[in-house]
Protein backbone atom coordinates (compact mmCIF):
# COMPACT_ATOMS: atom_id res chain seq x y z
CA UNK A 1 0.00 0.00 0.00
CA UNK A 2 1.25 3.52 -0.86
CA UNK A 3 -0.33 6.76 -0.27
CA UNK A 4 1.49 9.98 -1.39
CA UNK A 5 0.17 13.50 -0.28
CA UNK A 6 1.06 16.49 -2.06
CA UNK A 7 0.23 20.28 -2.44
CA UNK A 8 0.81 21.56 0.69
CA UNK A 9 2.75 24.26 1.21
CA UNK A 10 2.42 27.95 2.97
CA UNK A 11 -0.66 30.48 2.23
CA UNK A 12 -1.77 33.51 3.90
CA UNK A 13 -5.38 33.42 5.86
CA UNK A 14 -8.36 33.43 3.26
CA UNK A 15 -6.02 31.20 0.86
CA UNK A 16 -6.50 27.97 -0.55
CA UNK A 17 -4.65 24.66 -1.67
CA UNK A 18 -5.87 21.99 -3.06
CA UNK A 19 -4.23 18.41 -1.50
CA UNK A 20 -3.60 15.32 -3.86
CA UNK A 21 -3.50 11.88 -2.25
CA UNK A 22 -1.67 9.41 -5.05
CA UNK A 23 -2.54 5.74 -4.17
CA UNK A 24 -1.26 1.96 -5.12
CA UNK A 25 -0.74 -1.31 -3.84
CA UNK A 26 -4.94 -1.68 -3.58
CA UNK A 27 -7.95 -1.38 -5.06
CA UNK A 28 -8.65 2.18 -4.44
CA UNK A 29 -12.37 2.04 -5.72
CA UNK A 30 -12.81 -0.40 -2.89
CA UNK A 31 -12.28 1.66 -0.06
CA UNK A 32 -13.71 4.69 1.86
CA UNK A 33 -11.33 7.19 2.46
CA UNK A 34 -10.24 9.85 5.02
CA UNK A 35 -8.09 13.25 5.19
CA UNK A 36 -6.67 13.69 8.52
CA UNK A 37 -4.40 16.27 10.18
CA UNK A 38 -1.87 16.54 12.88
CA UNK A 39 -1.36 20.17 14.31
CA UNK A 40 1.60 21.03 16.08
CA UNK A 41 1.65 19.06 19.62
CA UNK A 42 -1.44 17.99 18.99
CA UNK A 43 -2.76 14.31 18.25
CA UNK A 44 -4.03 13.18 15.16
CA UNK A 45 -8.33 14.29 13.85
CA UNK A 46 -10.40 13.54 11.32
CA UNK A 47 -10.65 16.03 8.67
CA UNK A 48 -12.95 14.53 6.05
CA UNK A 49 -14.39 11.00 4.84
CA UNK A 50 -16.00 10.15 1.75
CA UNK A 51 -17.48 6.47 0.83
CA UNK A 52 -16.41 4.50 -1.97
CA UNK A 53 -18.73 5.74 -4.77
CA UNK A 54 -18.31 9.54 -3.46
CA UNK A 55 -22.33 9.79 -2.61
CA UNK A 56 -21.37 9.85 1.52
CA UNK A 57 -19.44 12.77 2.96
CA UNK A 58 -18.42 13.56 6.24
CA UNK A 59 -16.84 17.20 7.26
CA UNK A 60 -15.38 18.08 10.80
CA UNK A 61 -17.59 20.96 11.68
CA UNK A 62 -14.32 23.30 11.69
CA UNK A 63 -13.87 22.42 8.02
CA UNK A 64 -17.76 22.44 6.44
CA UNK A 65 -18.43 24.80 3.82
CA UNK A 66 -14.72 25.12 3.33
CA UNK A 67 -12.96 22.12 2.35
CA UNK A 68 -14.72 19.74 -0.35
CA UNK A 69 -13.30 16.19 -0.43
CA UNK A 70 -13.66 13.71 -4.11
CA UNK A 71 -12.01 11.32 -5.39
CA UNK A 72 -11.43 9.56 -8.96
CA UNK A 73 -11.60 6.30 -8.84
CA UNK A 74 -10.15 5.84 -12.63
CA UNK A 75 -7.03 7.69 -11.08
CA UNK A 76 -6.48 5.96 -7.72
CA UNK A 77 -6.66 10.09 -6.28
CA UNK A 78 -8.21 11.76 -3.66
CA UNK A 79 -8.77 15.36 -3.37
CA UNK A 80 -8.92 17.80 -0.73
CA UNK A 81 -9.93 21.60 -2.04
CA UNK A 82 -9.79 23.83 1.05
CA UNK A 83 -10.80 27.14 1.03
CA UNK A 84 -10.56 30.09 3.20
CA UNK A 85 -8.08 28.82 5.24
CA UNK A 86 -7.33 30.00 8.61
CA UNK A 87 -4.41 29.92 11.29
CA UNK A 88 -6.71 26.69 12.82
CA UNK A 89 -5.76 24.71 9.55
CA UNK A 90 -1.82 24.58 9.99
CA UNK A 91 -1.01 21.22 10.52
CA UNK A 92 0.66 18.08 8.69
CA UNK A 93 -2.29 16.17 6.14
CA UNK A 94 -2.78 13.12 6.04
CA UNK A 95 -4.76 10.48 3.76
CA UNK A 96 -6.06 7.35 4.96
CA UNK A 97 -7.00 4.01 4.08
CA UNK A 98 -8.77 1.85 6.44
CA UNK A 99 -7.78 -1.89 6.88
CA UNK A 100 -10.90 -3.51 5.44
CA UNK A 101 -13.28 -2.52 2.30
CA UNK A 102 -16.19 -2.56 4.44
CA UNK A 103 -14.46 -0.11 7.41
CA UNK A 104 -16.39 3.28 7.65
CA UNK A 105 -14.35 6.24 9.34
CA UNK A 106 -11.37 6.57 10.67
CA UNK A 107 -9.23 4.91 13.13
CA UNK A 108 -5.55 4.17 14.27
CA UNK A 109 -5.26 0.92 12.19
CA UNK A 110 -5.66 2.91 8.91
CA UNK A 111 -2.63 2.83 6.59
CA UNK A 112 -1.53 6.91 6.07
CA UNK A 113 1.35 8.04 3.55
CA UNK A 114 3.79 10.58 4.74
CA UNK A 115 1.73 13.75 4.55
CA UNK A 116 2.22 17.05 3.20
CA UNK A 117 2.76 20.21 5.44
CA UNK A 118 0.08 23.03 5.11
CA UNK A 119 0.96 26.42 6.64
CA UNK A 120 -1.11 28.96 7.34
CA UNK A 121 0.41 32.53 7.81
CA UNK A 122 0.33 35.74 8.01
Known amino acids: VQLVESGGGLVQPGGSLTLSCTTS????????MNWVRQAPGKGLERVSGISKDGTDIYYQDSVKGRFTISRDNAKETLYLQMDNLNLADTAVYYC????????????????RGQGTQVTVST
Open 96 to 111: TKPPSIYWVGFSDMDD
Open 25 to 32: GFTFENYY
